[in-house]
């Protein structure tokens, strides 16, 4: 999973990290000579200096305090040792401060706003090759941005630094709240609860289907199918399939009737029979289709689904992508299904339709059994990258 990205993306950090690595050392390439002539010359830079004018007046009035003391024929022998030992200290400290400083310049390095955007280019690339959207990329430049730009960075850890700030990254964009669509079944206090499926054709929608009602059966949840893709020639065969298979009723109308009809019709069955859930299976229809979309907006309107699950396939990249966002702008969706998610080695689509959409993805299909239907969890998309 997700095999073509987490190899660009290790390559980008690799050749960031070493650019960044190559640089400093030309940078501090300067001869070890000069550092000590630097050392030895540090009383005249102005910081060290003004300090050891401060040790000089300190050391003044130490030595009028032992003449004070002496006069007296009474010197306070551990004060005054105090107090050179606290001057000695000091100057300790400062010394310690410079050769600090040097070391930092040494081990360290700070990239610019300018340098950044040059580097940012090969994390660009290899999100940009693997259909990761824009608004995402934006999102992890930025976040990249504040825990590199102008902030001393250890060389050596340059590609830890970026590691963990792409796998934080990558974590916020699924912070979209959480959902448990078997608790909210549970917990509506009228039956039945009613679940549209809806995506372009191809998406695997129908099998999608026959995967939550085998879940649902699992758990002892009862259910029906309504059988409202009226359009696409053996759809409703195929639907049939899969009830017989799981053992749960299909409600269906002849090829050409209206879609909205057999979605009130199954609501009604499932209200007489007191039964859990209805699952309604649509016609898939392109996304910039407005007469398929008008139909799918009556059926809305029509059956009243508690949730709307949006299905799309992960291999297709940035095509799911903006199909789930013309799809939660048109009818507003409440989740999404990623199907094939075990076979996508770029992984944009992953990493981007909860981001766009700003809804979660509840469900990954990863096979062709009906079991093979696993409950999202953003950690996998995080461990498939190798973060």
Known sequence: MFKFLKDKL????????????????????????????KVVEAEDKKEIKEEVEVLKEDIKEV???????VKKEKPDVEKIKEEVKEIKEEAEDIKKGFF??????????????????????????????????????????????VNLVEKPLKRTKVEEIIKDSLKNSINDLFDVGEVDLLDSIKNKAEKPFVVSFVGINGSGKTT????????????????????????RAASIEQL??????????????????????????????????NIDVVLIDTA???HSNQNLMEELKKLVRVAKPDFKLFVGESITGNDCVEQAREFNETIGIDGIIL?????????????????????????????????????????????????
């Open 284 to 286: 898939g229809r392109m």
């Open 63 to 69: 030595a009028e305090e032992i003449k004070e003391e």
């Open 100 to 145: 600090g400083k040097i070391k930092e310049k040494i081990t360290t390095k700070k990239i610019s706003s300018d340098k950044f955007e040059e580097l940012f280019n090969e994390l660009e690339m290899a999100l940009l090759e693997n259909n990761v959207a824009l608004e995402v990329i934006d999102k992890i430049k930025d976040d990249l941005k």
């Open 10 to 37: 290790k390559g980008a950090i690799s050749k960031i990290s070493g650019k960044v690595e190559e640089e400093t050392k030309e940078e501090v390439s300067e001869p070890i000579s000069e550092l000590k002539e």
């Open 339 to 387: 199907t094939k998610l075990d076979v996508d080695e770029k992984g944009g689509a992953a990493i981007s339709v909860s981001y766009v959409t700003k809804k979660p993805i509840i469900f990954v299909g990863k096979g062709q059994s009906y079991g093979d239907l696993e409950p999202f969890d953003s950690n996998m998309v995080a461990e498939g990258l190798g973060f």
């Open 208 to 231: 999608s289907i026959a995967k939550v009602a085998n879940m649902l059966k699992e758990n002892n949840i009862s259910c029906v199918l309504a059988a409202a893709d009226t359009f």
């Open 240 to 273: 049939q399939i899969h009830s017989d298979n799981l053992g749960v009723k299909v409600i269906k109308h002849d090829y050409g009737s209206d879609p909205a009809a057999v979605a009130f019709d199954a609501v009604k069955y499932a209200k007489g029979k």
